[in-house]
C-alpha cells in the first residue's frame, strides 16, 4: 500500500522553484529517509506534506486521501531549532498536546488521554523528567520530546525534520530503536537526514532530492555512486568523500564492470 | 494622609469607579500581553500603542465627542492599518521588521500629535483632555468609560481563558498547530486584534507613549517566578492589578498628575523586587543557595577530616589536631562543629570531640564519593594521579546517591582509590 503520493508537485518561493514537478510514492511500514545536499528542499518538501507550504502546483496525497481526510493518522516532528525552549511548559505539557484535538476546544484531557501521554514520555525515557520545565532539558531530551508528542498522537504515519541533530550516539540509538519498533508495528517513518554515513543502517526506503526527485526506492538501490554524483554534483570534494565512504561500507554498486574502470 | 485613608477605604464612588477601571484595564493588559510577550512581538506592542493615537484624534474629531465608543473605533481602525502597513513593508521591500517598525511608529505617532495640534487650535470645548491619552489619566475614568472599558476587558480576559489551550499551542509551536489542523491564520488574526483591541484600552489608563510597559512588563516579571503558564497569567495580572490601584491613587491624589509614568514606576518596582526575591531565579535566593552550599561543604569537610585522622590512628580529636590536619577558619570550624553536634553526628566530651555512629556513615560517604572519583578520572579520563586531588575535592560534595550508584557499577565496586588508600563502605 502506498502511504505518500506526491504528484506534479512544485514549490516556489518568491516564484524561485524550490521544488520543481517531482513525482514520488512511499511504501507503508518503512522507516524512510529524505536526503540531499544543503538547500536541496528537505525541509520544504516536509512543510508541503504537512500542508505548512501552499504548493504552486501539483498535490500530495497521504494513505491516497488529501491530507486534511487523514490528520488524525499524521504526525508531525519539526526541526527542534524552530521553536523557543524557553517557553513556560513542562515535558507533560509539551507532549499532551499531541491530544489536542481542533475541533474539541473546550475539551478537557481524559483518563485515556493521561494514559497515552504517560505511554508515550514512557517511551522516550522521560519519565523521570515529565514534570521538568523544558528549558531546563538537553538537547537531546527535548528531541524525545518532540517525539513523544508525536507518538500520543497516535498516528500513522510520522513526519520528523532532522531528528538526530544534537543528540548523542547513544540517544541516537535509543530513538532508531523506537523507530524501528514503530516500523514493526507497521507505521510509517519518514525522516529528514543529513548525515550520509548512517544512511544505509538507518532507512530502508530513500528519496534522493536535489531540487528533483534524483531517485526514490530501496535504500540499496538508490544508494550508487551515479545517484549521489547527481544529487551532490558539481561538489568534487564532497563527492570524493563520498566515494570513500561508499568503497569502506561496501555498498552494493549496481554496475558490475565498477572495479575495473 | 487623608487622601490614603479616603481612597483605600473604596467608600468614594468616584474612586471605586476609578479603581475598578483601572484595575480591570490592568489585568486585561497583562493577560493579553502575557502572549504577546511569549510570542516575542513586544515591539509590536509599542507600534500599535503609537499608532493608534492619531486613530483616537480622528475619532474625536468625525464624532465630535470623547465618546469612549468612537474614541476606541478609531484607535483599532489605526492600530489595525499599522499592522497591515508594517507587513506589507516587510513583505514588499527589503527592510527588516524593526526598521518598518521604527517607520510606523514614529509616521503614526508624528500624524497623532499634528492631529492634537490642529484640534486644540480649533479650540473645541470637549478637547480639553484629549492629550491626557499622550500619558494616561486614570482619574478621569467616568462611569460610562467604566462600563465600556470594564465590559470590553472583561472579554478579552474571558476569550484569552476560552482559547487558552490553543494560545499556548500556537505560542510555543504554530507550525505543529498548523500540522493538527488548526487555523493558525485565524487565531494569529484573534491574538492580533485582542492586543490592538487591550492597547486601544489600555491608553485610557497609561497613555500611549508607555502603553507597552503595561502590556509586557507584568508578564516579563511573573516570568521570574513561575515555570508554569496558567500561573504566568494569573501573576502577570496580579502585579498589573497591583500597578493600577497605586497609579490610579496618584493620579487621584495629585490633581495634575499623568497615571502613566506612576503605573510603570510601580511596575517597574516590582520587576526590580521580583529581581531579588523570586523563587530560584532571584538574586536572594541564589546567595541563599551558594551559602546553604558553603556549609554543606564546610560540614562534609570537617566530617572527612576526622575520618582521615582516625585512618591515620588519631584517638583524641580536638580543634587543635583537625585545624593540623586541614586549614579552616577557626571561628568557621566551631560553628561547624556546634552545628555537626546538633545533627547528631559528633558527640563531645570536654575539649575531645568523636563521630557517632550516624556521624561515621556519613563520613564514609564523603570519603568514599572523593576516591571513587578519584578512581574515576585517573581510570575512565586518563588523568595522572597527581592531578586528581583537587577535582575530587569538589566533586564529593556534589555526587547524587544515584551517580554514586552509576559510578560504583561502572567501576565494579572497587576497595582501593589510586593512592592505594582503602575505599570506605
Ligand atoms: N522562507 C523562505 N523564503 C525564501 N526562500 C526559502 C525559504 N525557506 C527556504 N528557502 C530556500 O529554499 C531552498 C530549500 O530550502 P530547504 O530549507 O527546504 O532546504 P533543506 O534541504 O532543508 O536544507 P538543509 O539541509 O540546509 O536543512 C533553499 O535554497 C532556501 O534558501
Ligand atoms: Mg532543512
Request: aromatic share 10%; with cysteine; proline share 3%.
Amino acid at each position: 500500500m502506498i502511504s505518500l503520493e506526491a504528484h506534479n508537485l512544485t514549490v516556489a518561493y518568491d516564484k524561485v522553484p524550490v521544488l520543481w514537478d517531482i513525482d514520488f510514492e512511499l511504501p507503508t511500514g518503512k522507516i524512510i529517509g529524505i536526503i540531499g545536499p544543503n538547500g536541496s528542499g528537505k525541509t520544504t518538501l516536509l512543510k508541503t506534506i504537512m500542508g505548512l507550504i501552499k504548493p504552486a502546483s501539483g498535490y500530495v496525497k497521504v494513505f491516497e486521501q488529501d491530507l486534511d481526510e487523514v490528520r488524525q493518522r499524521v504526525a508531525y516532528v519539526p526541526q527542534r531549532e524552530s521553536v523557543d525552549w524557553d517557553f513556560p511548559a513542562s515535558v507533560q505539557d509539551v507532549v499532551e498536546m499531541g491530544r489536542y484535538r481542533k475541533n474539541s476546544l473546550f475539551r478537557r484531557l481524559t483518563q485515556t488521554d493521561k494514559e497515552i501521554v504517560a505511554n508515550a514520555i514512557e517511551k522516550v525515557k522521560l519519565t523521570a523528567f515529565k514534570d521538568r520545565q523544558i528549558s531546563q532539558l538537553s538537547g537531546g531530551q527535548q528531541q524525545r520530546v518532540f517525539i513523544a508528542r508525536a507518538l500520543a498522537q497516535g498516528a500513522d504515519i510520522f513526519f520528523m525534520d532532522e531528528p538526530f541533530v544534537g543528540v548523542d550516539a547513544t540517544t541516537e540509538t535509543a530513538i532508531l530503536d523506537l523507530l524501528t519498533t514503530m516500523r514493526d508495528e507497521g507505521k510509517t517513518v519518514v525522516i529528514v537526514h543529513h548525515d550520509l554515513q548512517t544512511v544505509s543502517g538507518y532507512f530502508d526506503h530513500l528519496v534522493l532530492l536535489n531540487t528533483r526527485v534524483i531517485a526514490c526506492g530501496p535504500t540499496a538501490e538508490v544508494l550508487t555512486q551515479e545517484n549521489l554524483s547527481n544529487a551532490y554534483g558539481g561538489q568534487l570534494t564532497l563527492l570524493s568523500k563520498i566515494q570513500s565512504i561508499i568503497k569502506e561500507k561496501e555498498f552494493p554498486i549496481r554496475e558490475k564492470g565498477f572495479e575495473k574502470r | 494622609m487623608n487622601n490614603l485613608l479616603e481612597f483605600f477605604s473604596f467608600t468614594n464612588p468616584t474612586v471605586r469607579t476609578v479603581v475598578l477601571g483601572t484595575v480591570l484595564i490592568a489585568v486585561c493588559s497583562s493577560i493579553v500581553g502575557t502572549y504577546t510577550y511569549l510570542r516575542k512581538r513586544s515591539l509590536v506592542g509599542d507600534v500599535v500603542a503609537h499608532a493608534i493615537f492619531p486613530g483616537i484624534c480622528l475619532g474625536f474629531v468625525l464624532s465630535g465627542s470623547k465618546n469612549p465608543i468612537f474614541l476606541m473605533l478609531g484607535a483599532i481602525a489605526a492600530g489595525w492599518i499599522a499592522l497591515v502597513l508594517m507587513d506589507a513593508i516587510v513583505a514588499k521591500t527589503k527592510l527588516k521588521t524593526d526598521t518598518a517598525q521604527a517607520f510606523i511608529l514614529t509616521f503614526f505617532f508624528g500624524l497623532g500629535t499634528v492631529f492634537l495640534a490642529y484640534i486644540q487650535k480649533s479650540g473645541s470645548a470637549a478637547q480639553t483632555g484629549l492629550h491626557d491619552f499622550l500619558l494616561g489619566k486614570a482619574a478621569n475614568i467616568t462611569q460610562f468609560d467604566l462600563a465600556v472599558f470594564g465590559v470590553i476587558s472583561l472579554l478579552l480576559i474571558l476569550l484569552v481563558l476560552t482559547y487558552y489551550k490553543v494560545f499556548k499551542l500556537i505560542s510555543f509551536n504554530e507550525d505543529y498547530a498548523a500540522s493538527l489542523g488548526y487555523n493558525v491564520k485565524f487565531y494569529r488574526f484573534l491574538l492580533t486584534t485582542m492586543t490592538v483591541v487591550a492597547v486601544a484600552v489600555g491608553i485610557q489608563a497609561v497613555g500611549v507613549v508607555l502603553m507597552s510597559a503595561l502590556l509586557i512588563t507584568p508578564a516579563a516579571t511573573a516570568r521570574l517566578w513561575t515555570h508554569k503558564l496558567q500561573h504566568l497569567m494569573l501573576i502577570a495580572g496580579i502585579f498589573g492589578a497591583l500597578s493600577g490601584i497605586f497609579g490610579a491613587y496618584v493620579s487621584y491624589a495629585a490633581v495634575n498628575m499623568p497615571t502613566g509614568p506612576w503605573f510603570v514606576v510601580f511596575l517597574t518596582f516590582f520587576a526590580l523586587l521580583s529581581i531579588f526575591i523570586a523563587p530560584k531565579n532571584g538574586i536572594l535566593s541564589k546567595l541563599k543557595q551558594k551559602r546553604i552550599n558553603a556549609n554543606k561543604i564546610n560540614r562534609e569537610n570537617v566530617l572527612k577530616t576526622f575520618y582521615n585522622l582516625m585512618e591515620h590512628g588519631a584517638e583524641q580529636i580536638n580543634t587543635q589536631l583537625i585545624l593540623e590536619k586541614r586549614s579552616f577558619v577557626p571561628r568557621v570550624l566551631e560553628a561547624t562543629l556546634h552545628k555537626l553536634k546538633h545533627q547528631g553526628l559528633v558527640q563531645r566530651k570536654g575539649n575531645i570531640y568523636s563521630l557517632t555512629e550516624e556521624g561515621m556513615v556519613e563520613a564514609k560517604r564523603v570519603v568514599r564519593l572523593h576516591r571513587l572519583w578519584e578512581l574515576y578520572l585517573t581510570k575512565r579520563m586518563n588523568y595522572k594521579e597527581d592531578h586528581i586531588h583537587g577535582l575530587a575535592e569538589s566533586m564529593e560534595h556534589i555526587i547524587t546517591p544515584e551517580i554514586e550508584k552509576d559510578l560504583l557499577k561502572e567501576l565494579d565496586y572497587p576497595t582501593q582509590d589510586p593512592h592505594q588508600s582503602k575505599i570506605p563502605y
